[in-house]
């Protein structure tokens, strides 16, 4: 009646590329945030309150 779902080594493949996927972008976004010169973080901080 139920069977189990045999998992073979491609299968475990999808999940280890998505996460190191999602880490590679997150360090890239952080990495671009700390290095952001003062002047630019400024700005973009103030950046929703702006009228402009």
């Known amino acids: ?3 189990r779902v045999a ?3 491609w299968h475990l493949l999808f999940p280890k590329i998505g996460i190191a996927l999602f880490l590679i972008a997150f360090g890239i976004i952080v990495w671009k945030a700390l290095s952001m010169e003062k002047r630019d973080s400024d700005r ?3 950046l929703p309150l702006d009228d402009e």
Do not use: I, N, V
């Open 44 to 46: 973009a901080s103030r």
């Open 7 to 9: 998992y073979t080594d």
């Open 1 to 3: 009646m139920l069977q």
